[in-house]
């Protein structure tokens, strides 16, 4: 009887971990759908005035992206919709400016 618990239980482990799998995938290749979402590694985050700003790594270069305030975690590799870029813009809340920056409706779900 221990021993069918225990294969049960192993069983379960080993479906959670792939449904985890092909969640991820299932993520990713939506991602890939949506000519211009940008992905990458957040290096870092801030929020101010109903915006988050997030620096990424996309493919060795740095881009900034605003979208509206939402959780982003630096240290994980997100996805960005597509935006318009804006050069030298200035955020006054932040008082700080931003050679290029990439204003986006959000993070791909």
Do not use: H
């Not at 493919?59 to 318009?84: E, N, R």
């Amino acid at each position: 009887m221990k021993r069918f618990i225990a294969g049960c239980a192993v069983c379960m482990m080993l479906i959670g971990s792939a449904s985890m799998v092909m969640a991820a995938e299932k993520k990713a290749a939506k991602a890939e759908q949506i000519p211009g979402a940008m992905t990458g590694k957040v290096l870092e985050t801030m929020d101010s005035g109903g915006y988050t700003y997030a620096q990424i790594d996309n493919k060795g270069k740095k881009i900034w992206i605003a979208i509206p305030q939402a959780k982003v975690t630096k240290g994980k590799t997100m996805t960005f919709k597509p935006g318009m870029e804006m050069k030298n813009f200035e955020s006054k809340t932040l008082k700080r400016k931003f050679d290029s920056i990439i204003f986006s409706d959000g993070i791909v779900q």
